[in-house]
DNA sequence: GTGGTCTAGACCACA
DNA sequence: GTGGTCTAGACCACG
């Protein structure tokens, strides 16, 4: 399902996280929909079902998930709770990162610019309220 | 100088690379300036110099800096190396990440947007004239 | 009848035992009451009927229920049959628990005052009698 | 250092993690104080090292510590963030559940009353401001 | 059959 | 020497 690469420095549980939510935050994951069974997950990413349990943990922790023993696990209702400060805050930080990762490898204004227009679109943003 | 915290899960030596990576990708650090010395930085910011080496090898290693024996640290001048395709493969990724962290926060399209164009602005890219 | 949350990490069968122990000692449910079959119940709740069973048996182990076979699950007549030390004991331990996650949490004294003296309000206690 | 019940139902981790909260609670770990490391710890209550790691991590989680790679584990600064409402909701949820075991078990309001009051006066309650 | 807990033990990253 | 990651495998609690 998910391309995992062990290789690379980022921890396997913390690679799969990040690609739920991804999944999540596009919309090809909804609210509601259930996840592979641990032990399914682990022979497909032949990874230890521990990893699985693991990344799952940490999904449910920052509330992307619910998991329920004996009936699987479960892509929960959205509902940010971070402040908007906060929420741009950290957004602006990693944005700084990407740009500054970027730039090092000379990565042109043109080209950022036709990554994050194509990344804007592919991304399912929260209604435009503005609490 | 930076504001390095100990409390967050990023190792301390990684947010001292992406400080002055950041600060070269702005301009705030420019080729041929010189860095503070390991025992300087390590005072400035109450930590072991261990991890000021660590972080300045590894800056070393990615080619923002050059060490001159017996003269310092110097940024050196750019020069990257990296093809087309890889780097902006890399750059998406991070936005990728970047944006799913930002939905599952709940930010809206309209912060995302203004926090790009503001972040765009203070990134100094490659000429556009070489691929 | 009962709020039952399947998204808390309670076990579902534990929160209808704390629900139906609360509803006796408050009064609310009083000795000889009848409660709903397992059938009912589960369509209530909309739970397993497995679930309610297995908390309907923790019932009446515990002594709180009994079951007539043919006739239903009763709420039972009180016989407490801990001795003071240990029923004593048990109720520090919880309670300790639940004042530390609540200083946890930031509850203020006077907070934590005027919650309590509600609560004992409500409950029935035994009479002050007999030790 | 804590006394950890293998036999009790309440997994180990979780008996870990409730004597540190109810320590720092109380007082007796105050921010800045360096937990065991997870081998100390785990040779002293005779769990695996594992078992330990993970409490820590939960406390990390929930705020209680901050871990630190190569340095150790540490009492956080409080910065409770739950609303009033919150707070108040959990520990009457926590405190009905104490208190319904408490007269299932047969304890009289005076034991009630005797024990609220000698707990109340060992935990360090948040200050008094109504936010 | 689902997820959760725990153990044992290896190896790694960080300070 | 610190905590973190991962594997392997046993056993349990839940629905």
């Known amino acids: ?3 995992i690469d062990p290789s690379r420095s980022e ?3 913390q690679q799969i996280v990040a690609a739920v939510k991804r999944d ?3 919309g090809r994951l909804r609210p509601g929909d259930r996840l592979p069974t641990v032990r399914e997950s682990a022979l497909d990413l032949v990874v230890n079902p521990n990893t699985i349990a693991k990344a799952y943990r940490v999904l449910e922790a920052e509330g992307v998930t619910v998991s329920r023993r ?3 696990t ?3 209702p959205h509902r940010p709770t971070t402040s ?3 929420r741009v805050r950290a957004f602006r930080e990693a944005l700084d990162e990407a740009l500054a990762d970027a730039v090092h490898r000379g990565l042109t204004r043109a080209e ?3 990554a994050i227009e194509s990344a804007l679109k ?3 943003f929260g209604s435009e309220e503005k609490p």
């Open 1 to 3: 399902m998910y391309d």
């Open 11 to 13: 921890p396997l549980f």
């Open 24 to 26: 999540v935050a596009t």
């Open 70 to 72: 004996g009936a699987g």
């Open 74 to 76: 479960f892509i929960a």
């Open 84 to 86: 908007r400060r906060e």
């Open 112 to 114: 950022a610019e036709r």
């Open 122 to 124: 592919r991304f399912r």
